[in-house]
């Protein structure tokens, strides 16, 4: 019985070994195709090429052209010009254009306790009767700061040189040598952003010369304003009382008109005055300025037009302390007494 059992046990061991090892057989030939199949697909893959034919084909036929017209649309970007405000940065402040111009500029050109000399020679020259004179004149002045927006100066008013202190054409009449000129200068508003600079300043002559009489006073109101960092523009105005005259000169000849014992017989004077005008200044570099102003005045007698003056200037500022102006004025003046004239000018201040 016992030899019977292990005789089964021994088949039953035999027969799942068998089936182990077939089973085995079959997975590994399954694997070897599969692999085979994948290198075949591959190099089959590899090798494989397409040729195209391309077949011509000739025909008969002609071609035949056909214009037309079309409409269509076409995308166009216009530049329209528009107007935009912008901001620059610019320093202000006195750049050089005081009243050796006519036209001068609204911020005051010394600072407080600070002291300014200047001397200013001109030369004019114009048609008085039959013939051609000319004038030279030197006109020295002082100025001194009280505070940074107010300032005084006193000037000697031009000195004749030539005509012996006469007043050329008219024989033995003086010509005021000695008279004074007071100037106080004041800025009521320094500019900012679009406010310009704003400044008031008087003229009061002083009859210190030989024959002078009465005092003249004259009111100027000036703006100046930066329009680039460059360019900056200015207008003017002014109104004067003419009182008396400068010695024989000028003189108000009263109610003996045309007697036998006038003064020099020149002409009635204007005793309210005034001109309005405007410049404009260019700052070339750091040291040079180009100048150009225009005012249109009373004349200084009765009875004759209007005058206008036009006038053209150069700045050179030598250092901080010293500059040189030149500039060349024309006086278009017609009437009796007051005739066209040219005027050319230098001037030389130091501060310190």
Request: charged share 25%; aromatic share 10%; net charge negative.
């Amino acid at each position: 019985m016992h030899r019977k059992w292990t005789l089964v046990a021994a088949l039953a061991a035999i027969c799942a070994f068998s089936t182990a090892a077939w089973a085995q057989e079959q997975d590994t030939e399954t694997t070897e195709t599969t692999e085979t199949r994948t290198e075949t697909t591959e190099t089959t893959t590899e090798t494989e090429t397409t040729t195209y034919e391309t077949e011509t084909i000739v025909t008969d036929e002609e071609c035949v052209t056909v214009k037309g017209v079309r409409i269509g649309t076409k995308k166009v970007e216009l530049e329209i010009p528009v107007f935009e405000s912008y901001e620059i940065e610019t320093p202000v402040g006195y750049r050089g254009v005081d009243d050796f111009f006519f036209v001068r500029e609204a911020n005051p050109n010394v600072r407080k306790g600070q002291w300014q000399v200047e001397m200013k020679a001109a030369w004019m020259t114009y048609k008085a009767g039959s013939r051609r004179d000319d004038d030279i004149t030197m006109t020295p002045s002082v100025k001194y700061g009280i505070i940074d927006q107010l300032n005084a100066e006193l000037e000697v008013l031009p000195i004749n040189f030539g005509d012996g202190g006469h007043i050329s054409n008219f024989g033995n009449t003086r010509d005021g040598t000695g008279d004074l000129n007071l100037k106080l200068f004041w800025q009521v508003v320094t500019e900012k952003d679009w406010v310009p600079a704003i400044a008031l300043w008087s003229e009061t002559r002083i009859p210190s010369g030989s024959h002078s009489e009465k005092m003249d006073q004259t009111v100027h109101l000036n703006l100046t304003k930066t329009v680039h960092q460059c360019v900056r523009i200015h207008a003017t105005g002014f109104l004067r009382s003419a009182n008396g005259g400068r010695g024989d000169f000028n003189r108000d000849r009263g109610d003996d008109i045309d007697g036998p014992f006038d003064p020099p017989d020149i002409g009635d004077r204007r005793h309210v005055q005034w001109g309005l005008g405007g410049g404009v200044d260019v700052k070339l570099d750091e040291k040079n300025l180009l100048v150009g102003n225009f005012m249109n005045q009373s004349s200084n007698y009765y009875g004759n037009s209007n005058t206008h003056l036009l006038g053209v200037g150069w700045v050179h500022h030598i250092n901080e302390c010293q500059q040189l102006m030149v500039g060349v004025d024309y006086a278009d003046s017609h009437g009796a007494y007051e005739l066209p004239r040219w005027l050319g000018k230098v001037q030389y201040s130091i501060s310190f």
